[in-house]
């Protein structure tokens, strides 16, 4: 099913990471992630109040994409998403897309008709994952937002959520357990360093939640792809990590103590996608989580965020990206422990 690191009514689901006072734009990292906008993308003069009024007047809903350089979800979203024809059908006849990055210093006009920038806008909007798009409604309010890199089938649901206007009616959550995708696994993966007990309320040590659920192909690949890596293991260590089915109703004892199933505590905490993984400190408040398709380095990357508390000095999970990508390339360590493109290649191509 759905998984992420994803979408999000943005009423109901901020995201946790604190944003940066002053951003900068990113380093190019690699031109293996190199790509370009879809020409289809609309033409804005950047008056996002204006385009939001267009959108409405021809029945369709205004969609930002938010970017950045030699981002690879962005390309995979735009190279594997978006060039499939049911999904760019969709797009042509619902939807207007203006792309801003997340780094950008252009002038924009926003919803509210104020003058401000790219930048600002995303942190306005709490961005900390590219892509983020988030669909409009005519009032200019946030309907629904994709956090990261979602499936074709992950994206077609989401359009078909926005496009029919079932935001009107019925939360995501609701419509995802009436729409969920067929797969063939029949049971939650397992991996080693996860409890046996779904106790939230240890004190003294970070918390990480895996909301899961079965016929989750997506679940799958997270298992197979990323969390069988010896090096993404090493770092759930300073972890208490408890594994839910976001759907059950297994008892939890959430951080604060208080006693629920499993599908209200994913209920509470607006889960939408499996997987997802929701990391807290050791004092049991929430600081960041997962709701798309990450990869080993990005993976390793957010637990040690968490876990060394550089999420204490460091606001921005994408400034940290770049930091760490620095400290590896400087000291020679790239490529040389097993990583999600060793053992899952076909994800890259």
């Not at 594997?80 to 999904?87: A, D, F, G, V, Y």
């Not at 008709?113 to 961005?127: C, M, N, P, Q």
């Amino acid at each position: 099913m759905f998984r992420i690191i994803i979408m999000a009514l943005a009423c109901l689901v901020p995201f946790s990471a604190h944003t940066a006072e002053s951003p900068e734009p990113v380093q190019q990292v690699t031109n293996y992630d190199s790509f370009e906008l879809p020409e289809w993308f609309k033409v804005s003069f950047l008056d996002l109040s204006e385009d939001n009024l267009e959108a409405t007047e021809t029945n369709k809903h205004l969609v930002v994409f938010f970017w950045q350089e030699f981002c690879a979800y962005c390309k995979n979203t735009i190279e594997k998403n978006l060039t499939q024809q049911s999904i760019r059908d969709v797009f042509d006849a619902h939807f207007d897309v203006v792309a801003l990055n997340i780094w950008g210093d252009r002038e924009v006009y926003g919803l509210d008709g104020e003058a401000t920038t790219e930048k600002e806008i995303a942190r306005s909007l709490d961005v900390q994952f590219t892509p983020t798009i988030i669909f409009f409604d005519a009032e200019g309010k946030p309907a629904l937002r994709l956090n990261g890199y979602v499936s074709p089938a992950e994206m077609q649901v989401a359009l078909d959520y926005v496009q029919n206007k079932t935001y009107e009616s019925q939360t995501i959550f609701e419509y995802l357990a009436a729409n969920q995708p067929k797969s063939v696994n029949a049971a939650l993966n397992t991996q080693p360093f996860i409890q046996n007990k779904t106790k939230l309320d240890i004190k003294g040590q970070p918390k990480a939640v895996l909301f899961e659920q079965t016929s989750c192909p997506d679940c799958d690949t997270f298992h197979r792809c990323v969390l069988s890596l010896d090096s993404v293991r090493e770092r759930f260590k300073p972890f208490h990590t408890v594994q839910l089915d976001m759907w059950s109703s297994t008892p939890v004892t959430t951080p604060s103590g208080e006693t629920k199933a499993a599908r209200d505590y994913a209920r509470d905490l607006k889960i939408m996608y499996a997987p997802s993984l929701v990391l807290f400190d050791s004092d049991g408040s929430e600081i960041i989580r997962v709701e798309s398709q990450l990869r080993s380095f990005h993976t390793e990357a957010v637990l040690e965020y968490i876990s060394e508390g550089i999420y204490q000095r460091e606001p921005n999970f994408q400034r940290y990206i770049e930091e760490r990508g620095d400290i590896i390339r400087a000291k020679g360590e790239q490529g040389k422990t097993k990583s999600t493109r060793d053992i899952c290649p076909e994800l890259y191509e």
